[in-house]
């Protein structure tokens, strides 16, 4: 629901709202630069002070106006010629015209109005208020990905462009809802609807002397006032004995007998005059030029939110499938829910909707994160089907999940059943799911099947849970999944390195040819045509339907496609890569994994990887041509047999893109891992990372599981942990 009332306000009013924000982020810059080019007034001086230069400089003056810049502009009459200028208060003279800017002027109006009057500001009003919806709901959003407000500031995994916008968006929702509410108030007061002016309750005007011509200068109140609480100072019609100076401050307004100097009338701002100027300058920034920046900073990411905003959406109706009969949550027997990262799960989800539905069921599909109890009025059954991010975090589209099951209400209750997803060689195995089902069941949800895993995308996993399934809820149930794949390419192998027969571990370093970019606009970033090292190359063995996936060591930019690949005994895949000849091809789909890379900015890294697990880490070496210190753990089994880039590991130290070279030889003289490598390093280890190092580890599960029990070891002391370094976006893995 809050997605939806997130999504489509900012659908629809997207050009308005660029507009606004484009015009108002120009406009934010006025108020600063007249602040820093305006003469100022001294702090002591008083508005008789400047009434007394002014006029020595311009006898005919009628008004005297400061801005809340400091800036003061006086208005005379000169031989029954009308001037004005910017006044330097020091002098009383002018210095500058005091004509508008006319580009300021032409973007107030596209700001305000559009150029289309009482129209245009209805729009602008409307616009107003899609931001401040939007930006609401954006806060509970952005709360709700990043794991709670206390989490506001977490780093963020996924797709790049959904990180983009919640990093834009936690960075600037507060000044967009600030900026939304004070436009919706002056659009309020334009039309009259807050009776901010005019309204108020001013006093009769006494009788004054009938005198005439005494000099501003002498008069008492004009001298205790400082010209920092000056709005507007204006002169009596020359020869009329009935009028009076009229002075308007910061508080309210006073008129003076323009004989005596006496107060004639006084009346202070009502509250919602008071209001309405707070309003004006926390819109404008004029009187906080400061303010007004950073304000207009915020509006700039308007457009960005706006571009990344619909790449989400675009994204998620490519990913999400568009079921049909899709039953409404509080009218379905079944609620079907997924929690996916990289949308494969949505195709179990489908497959498992269609059977239900089919056999007379009411079944809605909705992302985990959607979880509401309360909403679910006629559900019998809930069933969770659970991807797992990484070693065991929630995916995707679950975050928020564990904690609203903790907090669902006590009472009757459907059944609650979990299906894991996962690949059963990592080390975090559907754990996730494991996560789920254990909080379920220690809140008391009944479970209406046990617990299963789908290893590897399994059909046959899928349908024997699916056999189960329908056993307890007493229908036939066959669950017929086919899996299905991105848009796969044929990549055609230009060379290969191998290494590693004399140790029992062959093992070699594949480059393909990169694919070229698509002719298509709308097809610019799709396939091959961007990716870097660490991000996932899946691989179609022939004969399989099923891919296999290899962490990328290289990047678009070195002009190949790069993956070291190991042959296991019996291995579909990897037998047929390591058989390649040049010339050769296989079907491929590229995978982003933004969660694997090393980042910007100077701290250091530390590329811990074993075997095949140092290609990733040779790309990143291989793109640190800031030389970024770098310093990589590598275990291998033997020097001589299977020490992978070993040429290029010296270029690149030679070149300062790599900063130190630790080997761990698990076959040598003296045999070790990369932890026991670590260990020895241990005060090292310990300085890099207490000085923001960033740790990043690839290679097999048991190898991760050693390095961080040695790091464990390493950081005790400091009060650190790779579990805290994890939190912090500073220790990733991409285990095997």
Avoid at 153 to 159: D, E, M, S, V, Y
Avoid at 397 to 424: C, I, M, N, Q
Avoid at 648 to 662: H, I, M, P, S
Wanted: charged share 20%; proline share 7%.
């Amino acid at each position: 629901m809050i997605r939806a009332f997130h999504r489509w306000p900012g659908l629809v009013a997207l050009l308005v709202l660029a507009l606004l924000g484009l015009s108002g982020a120009a406009l934010s810059v006025y108020p600063a630069t007249e602040r820093l080019s305006a003469p100022q007034a001294a702090v002591d001086m008083s508005v008789a002070d400047l009434t007394a230069r002014i006029q020595a400089s311009q006898p005919g003056v009628e008004q005297i106006r400061r801005a809340p810049s400091g800036r003061i502009v006086a208005y005379w009459f000169d031989q029954g010629v009308p001037g004005s200028a910017v006044i330097d208060p020091e002098t009383g003279q002018p210095v500058a015209s005091a004509d508008p800017d006319p580009v300021e002027r032409w973007l107030t109006t596209l700001h305000r109005s559009f150029f289309a009057g009482d129209t245009g500001r209805i729009v602008t009003a409307l616009g107003a208020g899609a931001m401040l919806v939007l930006a609401l709901s954006g806060v509970a959003l952005v709360a709700r990905r990043a794991g709670g407000y206390a989490r506001w500031f977490a780093p963020l995994r996924g797709p790049l462009s959904g990180r983009i916008h919640v990093e834009i968006a936690r960075l600037s929702v507060i000044g967009l809802a600030l900026s939304s509410v004070t436009a919706l108030w002056m659009s309020a007061a334009t039309f009259d609807l807050i009776p901010v002016s005019g309204h108020s309750m001013r006093s009769s005007m006494p009788a004054v002397s009938g005198l005439t011509g005494i000099d501003p200068a002498q008069i008492d109140t004009l001298r205790q006032t400082p010209v920092a609480q000056l709005r507007d100072l204006t002169f009596p019609y020359p020869g009329d004995a009935t009028d009076v100076f009229t002075l308007t401050t910061q508080t309210g307004t006073v008129t003076l007998d323009q004989g005596t100097g006496a107060v004639v009338s006084q009346t202070a701002l009502t509250l919602l005059e008071r209001i309405d100027a707070v309003v004006i300058m926390l819109h404008t920034g004029r009187g906080a030029p400061l303010l007004g920046v950073v304000l207009g900073l915020m509006a700039l990411g308007i457009p960005a939110l706006g571009i990344t905003g619909v790449t989400v959406w675009l994204t998620g109706r490519r990913g999400r499938p568009r079921l049909r009969h899709n039953a409404r949550a509080a009218q379905a027997d079944t609620i079907l829910l997924v929690g996916s990262e990289g949308g494969s799960t949505w195709g179990f989800a489908t497959t498992l909707h269609s059977a239900l539905t089919e056999a007379g069921l009411r079944v809605h599909v909705a992302p985990m994160s959607s979880f509401a109890p309360a909403r679910y009025g006629a559900a019998q059954r809930i069933l969770a089907l659970a991807a797992t991010y990484g070693d065991g975090a929630a995916p995707a589209s679950a975050r928020g999940f564990l904690p609203r099951l903790a907090e669902a209400p006590t009472g009757p209750r459907p059944s609650l059943s979990v299906l894991g997803f996962g690949d059963r060689s990592f080390p975090g195995f559907c754990a996730f799911a494991d996560e789920v089902e254990q909080a379920a069941r220690a809140a008391g949800w009944p479970c209406l099947v046990p617990m299963d895993r789908v290893d590897r995308q399994s059909p046959q996993d899928f349908a024997r849970w699916g056999r189960a399934l329908g056993e307890a809820i007493g229908i036939p149930l066959d669950l017929a999944y086919h899996a299905t794949t991105p848009a796969v390419e044929t990549l055609t192998l230009i060379s290969r390195q191998d290494f590693g027969d004399a140790v029992q571990a062959p093992t070699t370093i594949l480059r393909f040819a990169v694919p070229p970019r698509p002719l298509w606009p709308w097809r610019a970033r799709a396939g091959f045509s961007r990716f870097d090292a660490g991000d996932l190359v899946g691989i179609l063995p022939e004969g399989s339907a099923v891919p296999r996936f290899y962490s990328l060591a290289s990047a678009r930019r070195d002009g190949v496609i790069e993956l070291v690949v190991k042959r296991h005994p019996g291995g579909l895949c990897s037998g047929q890569l390591t058989t390649l000849e040049p010339g050769e091809t296989v079907r491929a789909f590229l995978r982003r994994n933004p969660g694997f890379r090393p980042g910007r900015g100077r701290a250091p890294l530390i590329l811990i990887g074993a075997g095949t697990g140092v290609g990733p880490m040779a790309g990143f070496i291989r793109a640190n041509r800031a030389q970024r210190p770098i310093h990589l753990f590598f275990g291998l089994r033997h020097p001589d047999s299977d020490f992978l880039y070993r040429d290029e590991l010296a270029d690149w130290a030679a070149q300062g893109r790599l900063t130190r070279l630790v080997t761990a030889v698990s076959r040598g003289r003296h045999p070790r891992h990369v932890q026991d490598a670590l260990r020895i390093e241990a005060t090292q280890i310990a300085d890099l990372v207490r000085a923001g190092a960033k740790v990043m580890v690839c290679g097999g599960r048991g190898m991760a599981a050693g390095v961080t029990e040695a790091l464990t070891e390493i950081l005790a002391p400091s009060g650190l942990t790779p579990a805290l370094l994890k939190s912090e976006g500073r220790y990733v893995e991409d285990v095997y």
